[in-house]
């Protein structure tokens, strides 16, 4: 039999498993052995010796057993340290110190290292284990690395340094731990990243630094409750000083004037507000003078983008405001009108420091004393050149004084030839000048002088000094320094003087010239910016400047977590009002709204006009969507009182829709179309009121805008058609007319009533069209009716104001009855009351026309308007319709009865008939006739009928001949 081996693999659990059997296996042999003994007669004894050698046995077990359950866990602990530094991130070795004979560390041996020490290190851990680092690393022997990490390994010190390697350019903390019996273990942590960055920032320290102790600027930062942190002061300057006691304070309570603390505040809280830079400006009273200052004030972030305080930059801009206001005084009188030209002066015209250093160069070259002058004689510039003989004598006398006043006059008397040259009063001495003039006007002096002649001797000088009262000698002395010319010489000198002066009045006129294009320029640029980013009837922004707000306000509400609200606005009824009273008074009704819509809204708000009657407010930086009520509140408060317009005053009401950032959209384009359809609802909902976007209404829009659209093409594929409703004769119980209803015979949605589409045939303009197609449409039918044999029936047709008021109506009208050989007083033309907001002599002048081409007029809808009875007797209404809305209640409430019934009486005392509109029963019927009414139509006698069925209504109401005697024949068509 072949044998079978059988290997056993051994495992810890194995050995845990049988020392477990034996710690409860021996306690129960125990009992059995004592259970035993007791059955049997052995002796005493040997009784006792056995449970003493079995407890032994035991005892050993269990000894056994710690022991192994010790060196489980600790092997388990080095097994798991083991994992750590190989897994560890920075790298780990440990190493063995090597002693001298003096018991010296000089070298020590690898024993492990982790994975991650060779990628810190570079050094193959295989190529090191076992080997002595100085034959890893020559030259390590002549640095610290042995001696320190000895200290280390025969102390038990720890020590922690940083070190830089040259070999791999990189920065490392180590780390260097005791194990005992001379061993130790190293830890490397790379720290290059964070080093560099330490470096960084403090290079980054000393380059601020540095800038700042080279700016002339004061920097201070507060936090966001104003409470000083920190500051800046430069080293020097006018710059009032900012102690140290001020960190820690607030604003209010450091020692400022208050003019200063209010202004800066003001900006402080715009910035926390609006988390945007403020520049603001302010004037101090300083040792040095009244000294202009410039803040600019940022804000700074934490990581959260929260704002955690405010840096402020104060410049001393006192120089710049010095030289802007010369250079506004420059530009007013570069542009001053020619006409104007004597109020311009030198100084405006040049800029003096270039001059006086002309007038310098030029004394300097030609060796003569220079100055330029009022035209009265008062300096301009300050002397060059000037002799001490001129300044320090003859100036110093009265006399003097008074000589060189009238001789400066003399000498800049203006001249188209050359200068004026001669001797002075006071001295004899040579002296010229030349007039500088702006055009035509005179606005100084260029002298020169102090030059005397060589003929002209020490006698006649003191002749000269004493006419002025001046001490001879003294004069003597200094006349002696002053230069000698021939009239020759020094008339060269003033020749070349009048071309200068000739060459500076010719700038002068080119600068004011050059200055007036300038301006010119600007202003028209100026326009165009403005046209281009402002509405020219309202002054309002327009669409550009609207959307490059939006974009701005969008972002920071991105930054600051706020929200962004986009309102449309349509004003109700501004199309009959721009209509019936003229364009002239539409254009001031926008503009009184612009006004009040501008003073409604906040300042960091805005107001557009984006064309006709549409009106946007964008209002920005809200925390939350009910702020956005009630400032839409405030807006449509514009509206609560009427607006006085060419003498009339017009209540005007305003439907806005409004869209909120980022709710309702991210972009301009979605939140203006959101918007737009809300607006859309709340005229719907019927008007004069605020309607926020929800995604209901975005569908609501959409199908009106569809609706629109196939209402266009309705009008273009015929789909409209008429119905007519009888008229009827209350005392003789007869048809006596009709009324032309429009409908529309819908693809997919069949027959449409007009208050389907008549609404929005008014919002889009199709208005018109549809009317002339109703007007169109109903002469065709009138003259096929006539054709055909039946009575001529008056038709009366639905009139719209904008219609009836178009330049071309009354004559489009006459052609259309003349094309159809209709008689006009078949056809009568409906009106509603509004007609009557148009200027009377408008509609006196359309009503007259339609009364001479002989239609008649009935006044449609009357007592839900403009009713005036002078309107009614003014402007020839033949018939009056009571409105279907008094029909509904006459049997039931009184006063609608007695509005009925007085209706009634007044129109027909005015000549009159009256048709009341609406009547669907009986009782009604039996009200009319007992108040004497003429004529009524309604569901109680005929609703709205096709053209098709009226044949059988004409003949059961005997309103045919020809047809009559031929029932068989067909109606034919109406022509196209």
């Given at each position: 039999m072949r044998k079978r081996t059988v290997q056993v693999t051994a495992f810890p659990g194995n050995r845990c498993f049988r020392r477990t059997l034996l710690h409860i296996v021996a306690p129960l042999s125990l009992c059995l052995l004592f259970l035993v003994v007791l059955q049997t007669t052995l002796p005493l004894w040997v009784t006792v010796a056995l449970c003493l050698g079995l407890l032994i046995q035991m005892l050993a077990g269990w000894h056994g057993m710690e022991e192994y359950r010790r060196g489980e866990r600790l092997r388990a602990d080095t097994q798991r340290n083991q994992l750590h530094i190989e897994n560890a991130i920075s790298a780990i070795a440990v190493q063995e110190i090597v002693l001298d004979t003096d018991g010296?560390?000089?070298?020590?041996?690898?024993?492990?290292?982790?994975?991650?020490?060779?990628?810190?290190?570079?050094?193959?851990?295989?190529?090191?284990?076992?080997?002595?680092?100085?034959?890893?690393?020559?030259?390590?022997?002549?640095?610290?690395?042995?001696?320190?990490?000895?200290?280390?390994?025969?102390?038990?010190?720890?020590?922690?340094?940083e070190e830089y390697s040259d070999l791999l350019g990189r920065h490392f903390r180590i780390h260097a731990y005791p194990l005992g019996e001379k061993c130790f273990a190293t830890m490397f942590s790379d720290i290059t990243e964070s080093h560099n960055a330490k470096e960084a920032l403090q290079e980054n320290q000393s380059l601020i630094q540095s800038l700042l102790r080279s700016m002339?600027?004061?920097?201070?930062?507060?936090?966001?409750?104003?409470?000083?942190?920190?500051?800046?002061?430069?080293?020097?300057?006018?710059?009032?000083?900012?102690?140290?006691?001020?960190?820690?304070?607030?604003?209010?309570?450091?020692?400022?004037?208050?003019?200063?603390?209010?202004?800066?505040?003001?900006?402080?809280?715009h910035t926390l507000t609006t988390g945007t830079v403020t520049h603001t400006e302010y004037w101090l009273d300083l040792p040095d003078g009244r000294t202009c200052f410039d803040m600019c004030i940022s804000p700074y972030r934490a990581q959260n983008r929260q704002i955690k305080g405010l840096t402020c930059v104060a410049r001393d801009i006192t120089e710049r405001k010095q030289a802007e206001e010369t250079l506004e005084k420059r530009i007013q009188a570069l542009t001053r009108p020619l006409h104007d030209a004597a109020e311009t002066t030198f100084e405006e015209l040049f800029n003096l420091k270039d001059i006086q250093q002309l007038q310098a160069d030029f004394a300097q070259a030609t060796g003569v004393a220079a100055i330029i002058t009022q035209p009265d004689g008062t300096a301009i510039t300050a002397p060059s050149n000037?002799?001490?003989?001129?300044?320090?004598?003859?100036?110093?006398?009265?006399?003097?004084?008074?000589?060189?006043?009238?001789?400066?006059?003399?000498?800049?008397?203006?001249?188209?030839?050359?200068?004026?040259?001669?001797t002075c009063f006071s001295a004899g001495l040579w002296e010229a000048g030349a007039a500088i003039l702006a055009g035509e006007h005179h606005i100084a002096n260029w002298l020169v002088g102090q030059v005397r002649d060589k003929t002209q001797s020490e006698e006649q000088m003191r002749a000269y000094a004493r006419k002025i009262g001046a001490d001879e000698t003294v004069t003597i002395e200094a006349f002696r320094e002053v230069p000698a010319m021939t009239r020759q010489q020094f008339a060269?000198?003033?020749?070349?003087?009048?071309?200068?002066?000739?060459?500076?009045?010719?700038?002068?006129?080119?600068?004011?010239?050059?200055?007036?294009?300038?301006?010119?320029?600007?202003?028209?640029?100026?326009?165009?910016?403005?046209?281009?980013?402002?509405?020219?009837?309202?002054?309002?922004?327009?669409?550009?400047?609207?959307?490059?707000?939006?974009?701005?306000?969008?972002?920071?509400?991105?930054?600051?977590?706020?929200?962004?609200?986009?309102?449309?606005?349509?004003?109700?009824?501004?199309?009959?009002?721009?209509?019936?009273?003229?364009?002239?008074?539409?254009?001031q009704l926008?503009?009184?709204?612009?006004?009040?819509?501008?003073?409604?809204?906040?300042?960091?708000?805005?107001?557009?006009?984006?064309?006709?009657?549409?009106?946007?407010?964008?209002?920005?930086?809200?925390?939350?969507?009910?702020?956005?009520?009630?400032?839409?509140?405030?807006?449509?408060?514009?509206?609560?009182?009427?607006?006085?317009?060419?003498?009339?005053?017009?209540?005007?009401?305003?439907?806005?829709?409004?869209?909120?950032?980022?709710?309702?959209?991210?972009?301009?384009?979605?939140?203006?179309?959101?918007?737009?359809?809300?607006?859309?609802?709340?005229?719907?909902?019927?008007?004069?009121?605020?309607?926020?976007?929800?995604?209901?209404?975005?569908?609501?829009?959409?199908?009106?805008?569809?609706?629109?659209?196939?209402?266009?093409?309705?009008?273009?594929?015929?789909?409209?058609?008429?119905?007519?409703?009888?008229?009827?004769?209350?005392?003789?119980?007869?048809?006596?007319?009709?009324?032309?209803?429009?409908?529309?015979?819908?693809?997919?949605?069949?027959?449409?009533?007009?208050?389907?589409?008549?609404?929005?045939?008014?919002?889009?303009?199709?208005?018109?069209?549809?009317?002339?197609?109703?007007?169109?449409?109903?002469?065709?039918?009138?003259?096929?009716?006539?054709?055909?044999?039946?009575?001529?029936?008056?038709?009366?047709?639905?009139?719209s104001a904008r219609q009836l008021f178009h330049d071309d109506f009354t004559s489009s009208l006459a052609r259309l009855l003349k094309e159809y050989a209709l008689p006009p007083e078949q056809l009568e033309l409906e009106v509603t009351e509004t007609i009557f907001l148009q200027k009377d002599t408008t509609v006196e002048k359309v009503m007259n026309h339609l009364k001479n081409i002989g239609v008649g007029l009935v006044l449609d809808d009357f007592g839900t308007g403009y009713s005036s009875l002078s309107y009614l007797n003014r402007f020839h209404i033949d018939k009056l319709k009571i409105d279907r809305s008094f029909m509904a209640h006459i049997c039931q409430k009184e006063q609608d009865a007695i509005l009925t019934a007085t209706i009634i009486r007044m129109a027909q005392s005015l000549g009159m008939q009256v048709v009341a509109e609406g009547v669907e029963t009986a009782g009604q019927e039996l009200f009319l006739m007992e108040q004497g009414c003429d004529l009524a139509q309604g569901y109680f006698y005929y609703k709205p009928q096709p053209i098709e069925s009226l044949r059988d209504i004409f003949v059961q109401n005997k309103l045919c001949s020809r047809a009559l005697e031929d029932p068989e024949q067909p109606m034919p068509q109406p022509s196209a």
């Open positions: 010296q560390a000089v070298d020590f041996i690898f024993l492990s290292a982790n994975p991650a020490f060779e990628t810190h290190t570079g050094l193959k851990v295989a190529d090191i284990l076992g080997r002595r680092v100085t034959e890893v690393l020559p030259g390590i022997e002549k640095t610290h690395y042995i001696e320190s990490f000895g200290k280390v390994a025969l102390t038990g010190e720890v020590l922690i340094f002339q600027d004061l920097v201070f930062v507060l936090d966001t409750d104003l409470v000083f942190q920190t500051y800046h002061q430069p080293a020097c300057g006018k710059l009032f000083v900012l102690p140290e006691q001020f960190i820690g304070k607030h604003l209010d309570e450091v020692n400022l004037p208050e003019e200063v603390v209010q202004a800066t505040k003001t900006a402080l809280e000037f002799g001490r003989l001129c300044k320090d004598i003859i100036c110093k006398t009265a006399k003097g004084q008074a000589n060189c006043r009238h001789s400066r006059a003399l000498l800049g008397q203006p001249s188209n030839q050359a200068p004026t040259i001669r060269k000198v003033a020749q070349a003087l009048y071309s200068m002066s000739r060459h500076l009045s010719v700038s002068a006129y080119q600068n004011m010239l050059q200055a007036r294009f300038i301006s010119e320029q600007n202003k028209a640029q100026k326009k165009i910016a403005y046209l281009a980013h402002y509405d020219q009837l309202t002054g309002l922004a327009n669409r550009s400047l609207l959307k490059e707000r939006f974009d701005y306000a969008v972002r920071h509400a991105m930054r600051s977590g706020s929200q962004v609200a986009l309102c449309l606005l349509d004003l109700d009824g501004f199309k009959a009002i721009n209509d019936l009273q003229g364009h002239h008074v539409g254009d926008l503009c009184e709204v612009a006004k009040r819509l501008q003073t409604s809204i906040r300042s960091t708000d805005m107001a557009a006009r984006i064309g006709g009657d549409e009106f946007v407010i964008l209002f920005t930086d809200m925390q939350k969507t009910s702020v956005a009520t009630t400032l839409v509140q405030k807006a449509m408060s514009c509206f609560t009182s009427a607006y006085d317009l060419q003498e009339h005053t017009h209540t005007i009401t305003a439907s806005m829709g409004v869209a909120i950032f980022p709710e309702d959209g991210h972009d301009f384009p979605t939140l203006f179309k959101h918007a737009d359809a809300a607006m859309y609802f709340a005229k719907e909902s019927g008007r004069n009121g605020v309607q926020f976007f929800r995604q209901e209404i975005g569908q609501r829009v959409q199908n009106r805008l569809t609706m629109e659209t196939e209402l266009r093409q309705a009008l273009q594929e015929d789909q409209l058609e008429l119905h007519y409703q009888p008229i009827w004769q209350l005392t003789e119980k007869c048809i006596v007319g009709l009324e032309a209803l429009v409908r529309w015979r819908h693809p997919q949605k069949g027959l449409l009533p007009p208050d389907r589409f008549i609404p929005i045939a008014e919002e889009s303009n199709l208005i018109q069209a549809l009317g002339q197609w109703v007007l169109n449409a109903a002469c065709r039918d009138m003259r096929s009716w006539r054709n055909q044999g039946f009575e001529s029936l008056p038709v009366s047709v639905n009139i």
